[in-house]
């Protein structure tokens, strides 16, 4: 129906009810001074003529199902009587609004699709209050949401207007981490592509560790196949450029060093879980095996490091400076067995 | 275990998800700059709903861009921030300088409130335009263009004032003093009285000594004082007092720092300014 004449529809706005059909297709019949407080409903009818019978039944949004019609209804029901007060309205929303968080979800998609601006704001209000000040993990849990943001994304780098020595901390952090992610990437395809690795790249870093006083990677050889020793020796080298990095920044600002040391120890001994099964597996493809169980590791790990850092930013600063603290007694200690264990 | 599976599949199917991004940002709008930043790690969605202008222009001021544009780095600012976001972010990492160099702006980074720093240049100092006493030298670290250095003065007497209109509503403002003393020999022996009036009116009132190395043992009066603190940007501070600015009428706060009452010659004082911002 193309526009329809104000006239015309005049004697159609006083007929007391309309209809609406819901997501399901199932059409009810509604007050029509009730319904006309959703704007959505408002246009439909003027606009468009709609409503009038079952057959040219409002066709609502797909967000609107059944039981949030009603819900809606509810709501317009009563703030739609003009008599009320301000104290009345308000404790009346304080009452509609107990229910669970995942009706209150629905309501709100419900209500933005209607766009009855009211009720999405006491929703969304509500909501806000529900999740100021909880953790992102528990935000996951309430809302049922999948963890779908990759480590890489939630590395992102912050901005350092400043130029804080911290957050410049952090960022070279946060690029290791992604460079590492990256590494591990790469090797994965490399993998699954079976490239070939430049031997004398590993011989060069061997030759540099050895001149740093590190007990020699030695030549190993492995009873394996090729393939096998080939991807033993990508992932040495790998785990020889993390251990040659701290070397080098070691000479720097001592906590910095720490730091990031403390950290690169977290990866190798990740590194090292992984070496081990590539020992105990003699078939090529160890790839799928591997993952799962190094990956939840991985997850874990940038789960914990990401939501720390992404707290409160002097809360933040603080576990941060602290764990470096601790992670400075136990580094000696550990990266004394991670050498030897990478030794093997 | 399959329909477990399947069942936790559908349970997560039909929560927030269901919401557009748009209303999971106006959620966010009504939480706080903290939390909006932490929660963009919580899934794609938020991620996208985080970095959204709608959150962001909630927590900056409403009469930002009117603040902004009167000033040459404001409207630059204004010109070339990608989203409200950073806008925020630069906004509360580094103050900018408006009303033609006579006042600092800057947001309180975890609530988005206003702060602001009067210059020197923007006080009245008694005796402040008598070189004998008081010059007007400029300084690498001070963020003005000018600071008053005091050369000596017996009328020690600076004041200051702000229409509450300025600021934020609805918070606990606290005026602080900042400065660098040269040479403390003179502020360590005397006591300096810092007022807060409103209307004329004084709402508080302390004696405070502007040396950070003064001597408390010595005394038993003087062990509850105050002391200045150092700041990040290499200045020393020291708090005047404090107003709660509820934000429903128009009203001016003088601030005043004086010492008049000793009869002895003070010096080797610089004055960056006073800085007005909240109070936790």
């Given at each position: 129906?193309?526009?329809?004449?104000?006239?015309?529809?005049?004697?159609?706005?006083?007929?007391?009810?309309?209809?609406?059909?819901?997501?399901?297709?199932?059409?009810?019949?509604?007050?029509?001074?009730?319904?006309?407080?959703?704007?959505?409903?408002?246009?439909?009818?003027?606009?468009?003529?709609?409503?009038?019978?079952?057959?040219?039944?409002?066709?609502?949004?797909?967000?609107?199902?059944?039981?949030?019609?009603?819900?809606?209804?509810?709501?317009?029901?009563?703030?739609?009587?003009?008599?009320?007060?301000?104290?009345?309205?308000?404790?009346?929303?304080?009452?509609?609004?107990?229910?669970?968080?995942?009706?209150?979800?629905?309501?709100?998609?419900?209500?933005?699709?209607?766009?009855?601006?009211?009720?999405?704001?006491?929703?969304?209000?509500?909501?806000?209050?529900?999740?100021?000040?909880?953790?992102?993990?528990?935000?996951?849990?309430?809302?049922?949401?999948?963890?779908?943001?990759?480590?890489?994304?939630?590395?992102?780098?912050?901005?350092?207007?400043?130029?804080?020595?911290?957050?410049?901390?952090?960022?070279?952090?946060?690029?290791?981490?992604?460079?590492?992610?990256?590494?591990?990437?790469?090797?994965?395809?490399?993998e699954?592509?079976?490239?070939?690795?430049?031997?004398?790249?590993?011989?060069?870093?061997?030759?540099f560790?050895?001149?740093?006083?590190?007990?020699?990677?030695?030549?190993?050889?492995?009873?394996?196949?090729?393939?096998?020793?080939?991807?033993?020796?990508?992932?040495?080298?790998?785990?020889l450029?993390?251990?040659?990095?701290?070397?080098?920044?070691?000479?720097?600002?001592?906590?910095?060093?720490?730091?990031?040391?403390?950290?690169?120890?977290?990866?190798?001994?990740d590194?090292?879980?992984?070496?081990?099964?590539?020992?105990?597996?003699?078939?090529?493809?160890?790839?799928?095996?591997?993952?799962?169980?190094?990956?939840?590791?991985?997850?874990?790990e940038?789960?914990?490091f990401?939501?720390?850092?992404?707290?409160?930013?002097?809360?933040?600063?603080?576990?941060?400076?602290?764990?470096?603290?601790?992670?400075?007694?136990?580094?000696?200690?550990?990266?004394?067995?991670?050498?030897?264990?990478?030794?093997? | 275990?399959?329909?477990?599976?399947?069942?936790?599949?559908?349970?997560?199917?039909?929560t927030?998800e269901?919401?557009?991004?748009?209303?999971?940002?106006?959620?966010?709008?009504?939480?706080?700059?903290?939390?909006?930043?932490?929660?963009?790690?919580?899934?794609?969605?938020?991620?996208?709903?985080?970095?959204?202008?709608?959150?962001?222009?909630?927590?900056?001021?409403?009469?930002?861009?009117?603040?902004?544009?009167?000033?040459?780095?404001?409207?630059?600012?204004?010109?070339?921030?990608?989203?409200?976001?950073?806008?925020?972010?630069?906004?509360?990492?580094?103050?900018?300088?408006?009303?033609?160099?006579?006042?600092?702006?800057?947001?309180?980074?975890?609530?988005?409130?206003?702060?602001?720093?009067?210059?020197?240049?923007?006080?009245?100092?008694?005796?402040?335009?008598?070189?004998?006493?008081?010059?007007?030298?400029?300084?690498?670290?001070?963020?003005?263009?000018?600071?008053?250095?005091?050369?000596?003065?017996?009328?020690?007497?600076?004041?200051?004032?702000?229409?509450?209109?300025?600021?934020?509503?609805?918070?606990?403002?606290?005026?602080?003093?900042?400065?660098?003393l040269?040479?403390?020999?003179?502020?360590?022996?005397?006591?300096?009285?810092?007022?807060?009036?409103?209307?004329?009116?004084?709402?508080?009132?302390?004696?405070?000594?502007?040396?950070?190395?003064?001597d408390k043992?010595?005394?038993?009066?003087?062990?509850?004082?105050?002391?200045?603190?150092?700041?990040?940007?290499?200045?020393?501070?020291?708090?005047?007092?404090?107003?709660?600015?509820?934000?429903?009428?128009?009203?001016?706060?003088?601030?005043?720092?004086?010492?008049?009452?000793?009869?002895?010659?003070?010096c080797?004082?610089?004055?960056?300014?006073?800085?007005?911002?909240?109070?936790?």
């Amino acid at each position: 129906m193309s526009e329809i004449d104000m006239s015309v529809i005049k004697p159609e706005m006083m007929k007391p009810y309309i209809w609406l059909q819901t997501s399901d297709g199932s059409i009810q019949q509604v007050e029509q001074e009730i319904a006309m407080f959703c704007p959505f409903i408002c246009q439909e009818i003027i606009q468009k003529g709609a409503g009038s019978s079952k057959n040219c039944a409002i066709c609502l949004p797909e967000k609107v199902t059944p039981a949030m019609l009603s819900l809606v209804l509810d709501y317009c029901r009563f703030h739609q009587v003009p008599g009320r007060s301000n104290k009345e309205r308000k404790s009346h929303d304080e009452r509609f609004i107990r229910m669970d968080t995942k009706r209150l979800c629905d309501l709100t998609s419900a209500a933005d699709s209607l766009q009855l601006r009211p009720l999405v704001d006491l929703t969304s209000r509500t909501l806000a209050r529900i999740i100021e000040g909880k953790s992102p993990e528990e935000i996951r849990e309430i809302f049922h949401l999948p963890d779908d943001l990759t480590e890489e994304e939630k590395l992102e780098p912050l901005k350092n207007t400043t130029d804080d020595p911290r957050i410049r901390l952090l960022n070279r952090l946060y690029a290791k981490k992604r460079k590492e992610l990256k590494e591990r990437g790469r090797l994965k395809n490399a993998e699954l592509e079976g490239e070939h690795v430049d031997e004398r790249s590993v011989d060069e870093l061997l030759s540099f560790i050895n001149g740093n006083d590190e007990d020699s990677k030695g030549s190993k050889t492995s009873k394996s196949k090729k393939k096998n020793r080939r991807k033993k020796e990508q992932k040495k080298s790998s785990l020889l450029t993390e251990a040659s990095k701290p070397k080098k920044e070691l000479s720097g600002h001592s906590s910095v060093s720490d730091k990031i040391a403390g950290t690169s120890n977290n990866h190798t001994e990740d590194d090292t879980f992984s070496h081990k099964e590539f020992d105990d597996d003699d078939d090529g493809d160890v790839d799928d095996e591997i993952d799962p169980a190094l990956q939840e590791k991985i997850d874990r790990e940038v789960e914990d490091f990401a939501r720390r850092l992404n707290s409160d930013w002097p809360e933040r600063m603080q576990e941060f400076l602290s764990s470096g603290q601790e992670r400075k007694s136990t580094l000696f200690a550990s990266n004394g067995n991670g050498l030897l264990r990478r030794n093997i | 275990m399959e329909t477990k599976m399947k069942m936790k599949l559908e349970e997560e199917k039909n929560t927030i998800e269901v919401l557009p991004e748009e209303c999971i940002a106006n959620i966010l709008s009504l939480t706080n700059p903290v939390d909006s930043c932490k929660f963009s790690i919580v899934s794609k969605d938020f991620c996208t709903a985080s970095e959204s202008d709608i959150v962001w222009e909630h927590f900056l001021p409403s009469d930002l861009i009117s603040i902004l544009s009167e000033s040459q780095s404001g409207s630059s600012l204004l010109a070339t921030s990608p989203s409200k976001k950073s806008l925020y972010l630069t906004l509360s990492d580094n103050p900018i300088i408006i009303d033609n160099g006579k006042k600092s702006f800057q947001l309180e980074k975890q609530s988005g409130k206003k702060i602001y720093m009067l210059s020197a240049r923007n006080l009245s100092i008694t005796w402040g335009d008598t070189p004998t006493y008081w010059d007007w030298i400029t300084l690498p670290e001070s963020r003005f263009q000018e600071v008053a250095r005091l050369h000596y003065v017996w009328w020690f007497e600076i004041y200051g004032k702000i229409n509450t209109r300025v600021l934020s509503s609805n918070t606990q403002y606290a005026a602080i003093l900042v400065f660098k003393l040269m040479d403390p020999r003179d502020f360590d022996v005397i006591p300096v009285e810092l007022t807060i009036a409103k209307f004329e009116e004084r709402i508080s009132t302390k004696q405070v000594w502007l040396d950070p190395n003064f001597d408390k043992e010595r005394d038993e009066e003087l062990l509850g004082l105050e002391s200045p603190k150092p700041r990040s940007d290499g200045w020393l501070e020291i708090e005047i007092g404090e107003f709660f600015n509820a934000g429903v009428q128009d009203e001016v706060i003088q601030i005043g720092v004086v010492e008049i009452k000793v009869g002895r010659i003070k010096c080797g004082f610089i004055l960056e300014g006073i800085e007005i911002r909240p109070k936790n």
